[in-house]
């Protein structure tokens, strides 16, 4: 038996000693979202143990991204969100490689035996830590161009982050009822009044709910670098039956401009008003069985205080009755109004102006009036089953041409404005409404003075009178459109999304910054010209200082009109000057305005 040292190594003399081998290179990883594809491992030769560290080994850069291009600006935000997911997969895939490379690297070492059986504890943890440091040196040398795409990655991600926060958008939103739960995207929840700040443009579903009103839902596209505000009111539920239920915003929709349809959607209106009038009724009948009877009086109970408790019983059935008309009334109203927008519809539809040229018109003209240059004029086409008409009146017409005219027609055109507001006869409508007939000749437009005539056949058929008498009031202007919509039919405030009502941008200078720079930008250049034509008065005026005048003769006449010519064009610098002045200050002007509206 042998007896080592106390700082020898006791390790078997027969242990395998493994000797180091090459760090294996992997195929880089192209920066692709794409799944790589495996890569087989290349087989380990072992080499000698050798005193010096091998040599890193050289491996190409990973392939590369368009990190300019991805990163650039003016691209959008969704753009932006997808290119980070890009940046994002490469990064993890850097990272895959980097630790693939370093466990590899690392579990391929040999293990460290020692020199012999004396070798002290010093100089083998010297050789371990000697060992560590090589090794450490060529993982390093072999991920250094991986680390190095890494950060190009992450300061590319970094600058997209930074653009994007400057997309970022808010949404403010005020409903009526207030303290409504709003919700954004399903997954943000609170109660309005809200603004959700640094919120991601793009399209976004807006549902409100609040008890006893119907929800509305509604999507919006957010713009970048946005301030948003949005207004909703929501509709109390209806304490009627939903199944014939009067959709306002679809029943006053004008995409069918047809008076026919009009007429049938107020006729439903009507239908819907006896019917509610008839809920209503049956509503607060049944009522009393409905309310909660009034507990008897108690043990403890003074008379006084149970007719006390039996009158507030009383009060508030009452005030729930109350409630009950009171919504009856108001849903009532509502659909009164909507018919009465319909109205307005029809009443517009009914006021459009329809021009014609009726080729069947027969023109006679009549005596001649030298003194006043006209012709009697009648013009007429009975026989036209679209728009028969009468005229009779004057036509003016000079002497010279009315002598080459010798009565002839020849030359005339003739056209007629209409209101869009047949008369109907069984199942034949018929344009009677005519306001205006326009004459030309030899394409000259010529004056026209006279009045449209009733046909006796129309006057003569049932509903003619009333027909008549609304047509004269639309021609007169007496009925017309007042331009009413959905917002009068809700109670002159929209139950639905409120339109934007403001949406400024955030990046952008917006209208006003615009007219400050250019209001800016015309007052110096103004005030500019105004101080240069003040310096050119000022040079005319300094040209005769110190000057006397000439004596009588041809030098003396000169100078005079040099003076005159001078004053002249002090005159014209001095009105330059001040037009100019007053520009520079309605400019300035004008951009302080810009600060108050």
Same mark, same amino acid.
């Given at each position: ?45 072992? *080499? ?65 035996? @020692? ?35 890494? %950060?190009?990655?992450?300061?590319? /991600? ?14 403010? =939103?005020?409903?009526?009822?207030? =303290? ?72 006053? !929709? ?22 509610? /009038? ?9 009522? @009393? ?18 007719? %006390? ?20 009334? /108001? ?32 023109? !006679? ?12 004029? *009648? ?20 002497? %010279? ?47 026209? =003075?006279?009045?449209f005539k009733e046909i006796p056949y129309y006057v003569s058929q049932p509903g003619y009178a009333s027909y008549k008498t609304h047509s004269d009031f639309l021609l007169a202007g007496t009925i017309k459109p007042r331009g009413l919509d959905i917002a009068y039919a809700l109670g002159k405030q929209a139950s639905a999304d409120a339109a934007i009502a403001n949406q400024k941008s955030g990046s952008g200078l917006g209208w006003r910054g615009w007219s400050r720079i250019g209001l800016s930008v015309a007052a110096a250049a103004l005030g500019a010209i105004a101080v240069n034509n003040h310096l050119k008065a000022d040079d005319e005026s300094d040209k005769f200082k110190g000057k006397k005048l000439p004596p009588a003769g @041809? ?10 010519? %001078? ?24 951009? =302080? ?5």
């Open positions: 038996m042998f007896a080592f040292a106390q700082e020898g190594i006791r390790f078997s003399l027969d242990s395998v000693v493994a000797p180091p081998v090459q760090i294996p290179v992997a195929a880089p990883i192209p920066d692709s979202t794409a799944t790589p594809s495996p890569t087989a491992m290349p087989v380990l030769v072992p *080499t000698p143990v050798s005193a010096t560290t091998p040599a890193p080994v050289a491996i190409p850069t990973p392939t590369t991204l368009d990190l300019e291009k991805l990163s650039a600006k003016g691209q959008s935000f969704e753009t932006y969100s997808a290119n980070r997911a890009l940046l994002a997969d490469s990064i993890a895939h850097t990272n895959s490689r980097i630790d693939s490379v370093t466990q590899a690297a690392t579990a391929n070492q040999p293990a460290l035996a @020692p020199k012999g059986e004396f070798e002290k504890q010093t100089e083998f943890d010297q050789r371990k830590k000697d060992r560590e440091a090589g090794l450490s040196k060529q993982i390093g040398a072999t991920i250094k161009p991986f680390e190095e795409r890494r %950060a190009a990655l992450q300061k590319a /991600d970094g600058k997209i982050k930074d653009i994007q926060s400057t997309m970022l958008s808010s949404l403010e =939103v005020q409903t009526t009822p207030a =303290v409504s739960k709003i919700t954004l995207n399903g997954k943000d929840s609170v109660f309005s009044p809200a603004t959700f700040k640094d919120y991601a443009p793009g399209e976004i579903r807006i549902q409100i709910e609040k008890q006893d009103y119907e929800p509305r839902d509604t999507l919006i596209t957010l713009l970048p670098s946005t301030k948003l505000k949005l207004s909703f009111t929501l509709e109390e539920k209806s304490i009627f039956s939903v199944a014939d239920e009067i959709n306002i915003r679809q029943i006053l !929709a004008q995409d069918t401009p047809s008076v026919a349809v009009y007429r049938a959607r107020i006729e439903r209106i009507r239908a819907r008003q006896i019917q509610v /009038d008839e809920e209503i009724a049956q509503i607060i009948t049944a009522f @009393p069985a409905a309310y909660p009877q009034l507990d008897s009086q108690k043990p403890d109970e003074t008379a006084e205080q149970f007719s %006390a408790r039996q009158t507030e019983w009383m009060a508030e059935g009452q005030r729930r009755v109350g409630v009950l008309r009171q919504k009856h009334q /108001d849903y009532s109203a509502r659909l009164d109004r909507t018919a009465e927008v319909l109205e307005d519809y029809i009443i517009a539809d009914e006021s459009r102006i329809i021009t014609e040229f009726p080729l069947t018109s027969e023109i !006679a003209l009549g005596a001649y009036d030298a003194d006043k240059e006209h012709f009697e004029l *009648t013009v007429q086409d009975t026989a036209g089953t679209k728009s028969p008409f009468v005229f009779a009146g004057s036509v003016g017409i000079p002497v %010279a041409t009315a002598k080459e005219m010798n009565r002839s027609t020849a030359g005339f055109a003739v056209s007629i404005q209409y209101l869009n507001y047949p008369f109907r006869i069984d199942t034949v409508s018929v344009n009677l409404a005519m306001q205006k007939l326009n004459i030309t000749h030899n394409t000259k437009p010529v004056t026209v =003075v006279g009045e @041809p030098d003396r006449d000169a100078f005079i009109a040099d003076i005159k010519k %001078a004053n002249q064009n002090i005159s014209d610098y001095e009105n330059s000057r001040n037009i100019m002045g007053i520009g520079a200050g309605v400019c300035v002007g004008l951009g =302080v305005l810009t600060f108050v509206f």
